[in-house]
Every structure is written in structure tokens, then in C-alpha cells.
């Protein structure tokens, strides 16, 4: 199987598990918006984003290095898994103490003393969402995207019931965040089952360890010794991806944060948690392809393949392009439609944020896989540092822009700094790499967006119809691509079998 098929295959494993994620959540969200109305919704939503920020310290640093290391080392994944693991849990520890202990400050913050519970009770999920993620990258490094996706579709599924069954026996909040809790238990007992990789390989005589591996203390190279993996070369390649995903997690949930700290209103954090949910499709979605080129491309850059890594670049890019900016476009051009169908009448006006909102995270859904890129390139110090400085551009405009125009002032400053983002990554992966999406493939994905962008435009459909009017959409689509031989029948039949 070719490069393109191989990257595509994959993809479309960890694409079926991020689809189910992403109804699980709207299953989750829309449930729980129509139940507890837009103010506790709100509250949910303040809450989640809190929560989803400290799981950042622990959902990408030491379980992407995990996932490295196996990729280059795939003999020796048992051993990895378990030094992950014993960082994994004492890191996360760590943090959820922290967290903890920040509740009271943190509510203060957000000028509402009645978030600190719940703040101190969803810092118990962090240490078991940690180990969940370990389980999911050693899946991921050693490239076993069925398992990973399965994995991760059982975590996804369970995830909405629990939470609105807890809700509807009477716990209300205090539900929806235990269910949260009992969910990366689950994950993270049925991920120590799937991850139940071959013993370890031990050092062939006369040959040396693979980079980054050692052997144990007094022994020789002639002795057939397991080799040890010191919890060190995890910690390198961990801290400056964590410090990453924290600023990653902050600059996709500070706007709603900015929204309620500065307009200090819960009905309007719900207006725009509601626009947020709908708007980071694209992004979840995304986190499969980067998911999938990640390990490809580690394992490129180590064995100094430059051919091979400039492929997977172009293909990567340009299957994210294919199915991502007619997304954006049908999204924002029908996002008031959307909003009646999926929130109701009471919600309308998140309908114009979501609009704005989803042309940012498109841009951020490039950023993301250019920044897995950069960072599987070994440089994930630059990574991090792209994404200060991103964040920083975020805070400011979101200061500027929602006391002057809230919560649509929120959608256009988190716009900008994420088409920054995008723009200053792709200009650095194009200078080190010499590879970026090819100018005649981009050029003919934006002239088959442009005729289903005017009609949704054009054309208004409302209800449960507009789903079938979607899908018209989308035929007419992929018509245009192979009409202009962007997308080839041959391809479609390759990939299918």
C-alpha cells in the first residue's frame, strides 16, 4: 500500500472514532442545554472548559512521547508503555492537587463563588483521564488505529449516558462532572486490556540499543539484557508538548472564559458555549489526522527519510482541506439555521459568534496538524513557543473586542489570533520541510467550495431538512472534485478496498 493510502487508512480509523466523539458530544451538550436551560448550561460549560485545561497537562506531553518512542522503537513498546504510565500517574497527581487547591481562586477570577465544588470535585478526574491518554498514544505509536479508535469510540459512547442518566436521577451538575470521572475509569481499565503489547526484545548480540535506550547498569553489550528506557528521555520530549497542549487548551477555552468573566452574565457564556460546541467540529475531527501523521512522520524524521516526510506533508494537508472547508463554509453560511435545529428558539443569538467562530477554528484545525508536524519533526520546543505567542495575540484582542461587541467581539478575536497561527506555522513547515499542500490542489478545493458556499447562501432550509439538504451539498461536492480531476474515481476505489 502506498504512502497516500497508508496515511488515508489510518485516518479513516481514528475519523470514525472522532465522529462518534464528536456526536457523543453534541448528544451531551444538546441533551443537557435543553435541560438544565442556557444559565446552568452555562455553568457546565465554565466548568468543562476549566476542566478540559488542567486534562491538557496530561491528555498530549508524556503520552505523545509514548507514542514517539514506540514509533521508533516498536521492539521495545512494553517498556515505554510502563515508564508512561509511572509519569503519567505522578504528574497527574500533581496536577489535580493543584487543581484543587485553585478552586476558590479560580472562582474569584470568574466572579462566582458558587464554581468552587464543582471546580474541587472535577479535579478528580484528571489522574484517571491521564492514564486513559497513555493507553491511547501506545496504541497510536505502535500504529494499531483499529484498537485506538475502538478504544476510543467505547470512552465516547459511555461518556453522554452516564453523565445525562446522573443528571436525570437528580445530581444536576454535580452528575454531569462524576460522569466525567467514571468515564476515564472505564477508558482506563479497557485500555490496559487492548494494550497488551509482546514482550520486549533484548539487545542482539554485539549490536547497540536504539537511540534514546539504554542498557541496565553493569552490564555489557554481549549480555541479552532487557533494555531500560530512562523516565528522563520521556520528561524531554514531554514538557515543552505539554506546555504546548496547556496553551492550546487555554487558547481554545479563554474566550468563553474572557465572555464570562468580563460580561459577567451565565446566559451569555451559554449563548456562546452553544456557538463554541458546533464551531469545534472541525477541530475534533482533525485531532484523527494528526493523530495518525504523527508517528508516520517521527518515524520519517528519525530515519532521516526527507522524501517520505514531504509526502506525508502534501497528503496530510490536502486530505484536511478536502473535507474541511466545505465544512466551514456550509457551517457559516447556514448557522443560524443550525442554531434553531440544535439549541432552539432561546439560543438564536449565538448564531452569528458561531459563524465567525467556525472560519477561526478552520484556520485552527490547519495550525494544529502544521504544529504536529513541527513537533514530530523533533522541534516541539518551537511548537510551544508558536502557541504563546498565539495565545497571547487571543488575550488581547478578546480584551480589546468583548466589552465593545461581547460575545461576537469573542468570535473575531479568537479568529484572528488563530489565522496568525496558521499563516506563521505553515510558513515555517514550508521553509524546513520544502512541503506544503500543492497550489493546483488548494486552488481547485476552494472552486468546488464556492458553488455549494452560494447556494447555502441562497438557498434557506430549515428543520430536520436541512440535514438531507447537507448531504446535497456534499454529493454535489465531490461531483465538482472529480469533474475538475482534484479527486480521481481510481483514488476512491483504492482507498475503499
Request: aromatic fraction near 10%.
Amino acid at each position: 500500500m502506498d504512502t497516500k493510502c497508508t496515511l488515508i487508512k489510518g485516518t479513516i480509523y481514528l475519523t470514525i472514532g472522532q465522529i462518534v466523539f464528536v456526536i457523543s458530544s453534541y448528544t451531551l451538550h444538546i441533551g443537557l442545554a435543553r435541560y438544565l436551560g442556557p444559565e446552568k448550561y452555562g455553568m457546565f460549560g465554565v466548568i468543562l472548559y476549566l476542566t478540559i485545561m488542567a486534562r491538557s497537562l496530561v491528555n498530549r506531553g508524556v503520552p505523545q512521547s509514548v507514542s514517539k518512542y514506540i514509533a521508533e522503537n516498536e521492539g521495545y513498546a512494553n517498556t515505554i508503555k510502563n515508564k508512561g504510565l509511572f509519569v503519567q500517574a505522578v504528574v497527574s497527581i500533581i496536577i489535580a492537587i493543584i487543581y484543587f487547591s485553585c478552586a476558590k481562586v479560580l472562582s474569584q477570577l470568574l466572579h462566582d463563588s458558587s464554581l468552587t465544588p464543582y471546580i474541587q470535585l472535577s479535579a478528580i478526574n484528571v489522574p484517571f483521564f491521564g492514564l486513559y491518554m497513555i493507553y491511547i498514544y501506545s496504541l497510536n505509536g505502535k500504529r494499531w488505529f483499529g484498537h485506538q479508535a475502538i478504544l476510543g469510540i467505547i470512552h465516547d459512547t459511555i461518556l453522554p449516558l452516564i453523565i445525562i442518566i446522573l443528571v436525570l436521577a437528580g445530581f444536576s451538575l454535580n452528575g454531569a462532572i462524576m460522569g466525567l470521572i467514571l468515564t476515564a475509569i472505564i477508558g482506563s481499565v479497557v485500555g490496559h486490556f487492548y494494550c497488551q503489547f509482546e514482550p520486549d526484545h533484548h539487545v542482539p548480540e554485539g549490536l547497540p540499543p536504539p537511540e534514546g535506550l539504554h542498557l541496565p547498569e553493569g552490564h555489557v553489550m554481549h549480555d541479552t539484557k532487557p533494555i531500560y528506557f530512562p523516565v528522563s528521555t520521556i520528561i524531554k520530549f514531554a514538557i515543552p508538548v505539554t506546555i504546548f497542549a496547556i496553551f492550546t487548551s487555554i487558547l481554545l477555552s479563554i474566550d468563553l472564559l474572557l465572555v464570562k468573566s468580563i460580561l459577567k452574565e451565565n446566559i451569555q457564556a451559554g449563548f456562546y458555549a452553544s456557538a463554541r460546541s458546533l464551531a469545534v467540529t472541525p477541530f475534533f475531527i482533525s485531532i484523527a489526522l494528526s493523530r495518525s501523521i504523527f508517528p508516520a512522520i517521527a518515524r520519517a524524521a528519525a530515519d532521516n527519510n526527507h522524501s517520505l516526510t514531504r509526502q506525508y506533508i502534501q497528503h496530510s494537508l490536502r486530505l484536511l482541506l478536502i473535507w474541511m472547508i466545505p465544512v466551514v463554509a456550509i457551517v457559516s453560511a447556514t448557522s443560524r439555521e443550525i442554531i434553531l435545529l440544535i439549541y432552539s428558539t432561546p439560543y438564536l443569538s449565538a448564531s452569528i459568534p458561531l459563524s465567525i467562530l467556525i472560519i477561526g477554528i478552520g484556520f485552527f484545525t490547519v495550525y494544529l496538524i502544521l504544529t504536529t508536524i513541527i513537533t514530530a519533526g523533533d522541534n516541539p520546543n518551537l511548537s510551544m513557543w508558536l502557541n504563546i505567542v498565539i495565545l497571547i495575540v487571543s488575550i488581547i484582542a478578546n480584551l480589546y473586542l468583548i466589552p465593545r461587541y461581547g460575545i461576537i467581539g469573542a468570535s473575531i478575536g479568537t479568529s484572528i489570533a488563530m489565522i496568525i497561527g496558521a499563516i506563521i506555522s505553515a510558513i515555517y513547515v514550508f521553509i524546513r520541510f520544502k512541503a506544503l499542500i500543492q497550489p493546483l490542489s488548494a486552488a481547485r478545493i476552494l472552486i468546488a467550495t464556492l458553488p455549494i458556499y452560494l447556494l447555502s447562501l441562497c438557498i434557506q432550509v430549515h428543520g430536520f431538512w436541512i440535514i438531507g439538504w447537507y448531504v446535497l451539498l456534499v454529493i454535489g461536492y465531490l461531483i465538482i472534485l472529480i469533474w475538475i480531476r482534484e479527486l480521481k474515481v481510481k483514488e476512491i476505489l483504492q482507498i475503499l478496498r
